[in-house]
């Protein structure tokens, strides 16, 4: 009889979940009395000690960090949401977090901001507006040799920046793109990011007979257990074992480049467990996938180098690879090397996403990529699992005969937008139909978005206080898009939509 295997952190083969999640999107306020408050005070074993060594800071200076983060959150979620289209994007100022900026492109917005508990800062475009921007920019520069291997937007100097080895060329390139090059910065730098694999072999699992990876965050479709992983250690099909050489499971998906993500199934001799591995021995628990806002800490676990820490820096950068280009990753200053590709990043207890590359190593610092864990989940309907416990997948209820269905899973005050954080073309005006079926006893919300050429207008809401949601809307050609969000609890959710 075979022995079953936990796939946790101090197994080599464990799931290898980045101990310490990020932020959510948004978060509720946390009192002092609460659990997650006194969780903050008490972090998971082994986080407060990698804060201090990678950012430099005391350990009570670490402490306060954490509370600081924990506080602020909830402000930023608010003041997101009240300033819609004028949000201009938000981070943590300070060593220790002790301020959040937020930005709009209206003057008028900052007795608001001041009066939620944040700090004002009027900028010139909107954050819809730099994405834009970036977008442009990521069908142009990756198909010149010299264009600039990494674009990321930065809320920070309200700029969409680009890091080039030829700054002079790749300026002249965006002459060319048709983009305000006003609202784009081109910056020197020899940063060449590469695939975090390894072919040496040797730690959590191996694909093939040689090539090493890390394992992300324990994951359920269905019935059957997996976990989520980097794309580019495995092609679809492709069979992984692990330390021991024992077999682990199968590659089920694959994306790379464009994204980095995949997910494998695990036989019935392994059981994926909802924690990551501390570096010390121990293991962090994942409770869920809020989103950390920019300049937040965050931990990455790898089978290479284990537990390191950092800070979040910018969200919706795309790094071109030898092997093409990957977007919408998240920019960090956490080291990494060949090896920890898969592995988790996560703040206290909540996931991130997964290693995708970087460059530099853990001896003298680097920049690290991850791959958002929302995208993975909702691409492969795919169920995190987490401490709070994993509902069975929902049915589809009441919103059958739909042209187009997708599924996925959000926690409390997460949000999404489908499908697959994309959009979708009308070609002629008629009627879109949404409808969103989610388990009793949450608050989900549904909005319609239609692009304006600048920026997203939400053109349809259907924002009850019920799981269900159904949004009729007669509008003219373009592109569309659905804004799924969970105003309050965790769930599975089935969305069918039609279009003219």
């Known amino acids: 009889m075979s022995r079953r295997h936990a796939v946790t952190t101090g197994c080599v083969l464990t799931i290898t979940a980045l101990t310490l999640t990020a932020a959510p999107i948004v978060a509720q306020l946390r009192t002092a009395e609460t659990p997650a408050a006194a969780a903050v005070r008490q972090p998971p074993p082994g986080m407060l000690e990698a804060l201090q060594r990678d950012l430099g800071l005391t350990r009570e200076q670490a402490q306060t960090r954490l509370l600081n983060e924990a506080r602020l959150r909830p402000v930023e979620a608010k003041l997101r949401r009240r300033l819609g289209s004028r949000f201009g994007g938000s981070w943590y100022a300070g060593s220790i977090a ?30 819809a507006e730099l994405d834009a921007i970036k977008e442009k920019l990521d069908e142009v520069l990756p198909a010149h040799p010299h264009g600039g291997s990494v674009r990321y937007v930065d809320v920070r100097s309200n700029k969409v920046v680009v890091l080039a080895e030829e700054p002079s060329t790749t300026e002249d390139i965006i002459k060319t793109a048709g983009v305000d090059a006003s609202g784009v910065s081109v910056l020197p730098s020899d940063e060449q990011p590469r695939p975090l694999s390894d072919v040496v072999g040797g730690a959590p699992y191996y694909v093939g007979v040689t090539s090493r990876c890390s394992v992300g965050f324990s994951v359920l479709r269905g019935t059957q257990n997996g976990f989520v992983s980097a794309g580019h250690c495995g092609k679809t099909g492709a069979v992984t074992t692990g330390v021991n050489r024992v077999a682990l499971g199968v590659f089920q998906a694959s994306h790379f480049p464009d994204n980095d993500f995949g997910w494998v199934a695990v036989n019935a001799d392994w059981t994926p467990k909802p924690l990551v591995d501390n570096g010390t021995g121990g293991t962090v628990t994942v409770a869920g996938s809020r989103v950390a806002i920019e300049g937040a800490s965050v931990c990455r676990s790898g089978s290479a180098t284990g537990w390191h820490c950092g800070v979040i820096q910018q969200r919706n950068a795309s790094i071109t690879y030898p092997q093409g280009t990957v977007s919408e990753v998240t920019r960090t200053n956490v080291c990494a090397e060949p090896g920890d590709s898969g592995g988790s990043f996560i703040s206290i ?70 499908p697959d954080n994309r959009y979708y073309r009308s070609t002629g005006t008629g009627v879109h139909t949404g409808c969103l079926d989610a388990y009793d006893g949450v608050d989900f919300d549904l909005y319609l978005q239609k692009w304006n050429g600048r920026g997203w207008d939400t053109v349809a809401t259907s924002d009850s206080s019920s799981p269900d949601e159904k949004i009729n809307y007669t509008g003219p050609s373009g592109y569309y898009r659905y804004h799924v969000l969970s105003s309050s609890g965790f769930s599975p959710y089935v969305l069918g939509y039609k279009s003219p």
């Not at 003057?107 to 009066?115: F, K, M, T």
């Not at 207890?349 to 958002?372: H, N, R």
């Not at 416990?389 to 959000?410: D, E, H, I, R």
Request: aromatic share 4%; glycine share 16%.
């Open 98 to 127: 002790q301020s959040l900026v937020v930005a709009t492109t209206d003057s008028a917005d900052i007795p608001q901001v001041l009066a939620a508990g944040g700090r004002g800062e009027v900028v010139s475009r909107s954050l």
């Open 349 to 418: 207890d909540q996931a991130q996403g997964v290693t995708s590359g970087g460059s530099g190593d853990c001896t003298s610092g680097g920049v690290t990529y991850f791959q958002p864990i929302g995208e993975i989940l909702t691409t492969y309907g795919l169920s995190l699992m987490t401490t709070a416990g994993n509902p069975p997948p929902l049915s589809t209820g009441t919103c059958t005969g739909y042209a187009q269905t997708v599924t996925g899973t959000l926690n409390s005050e997460q949000s999404v937008y489908q």
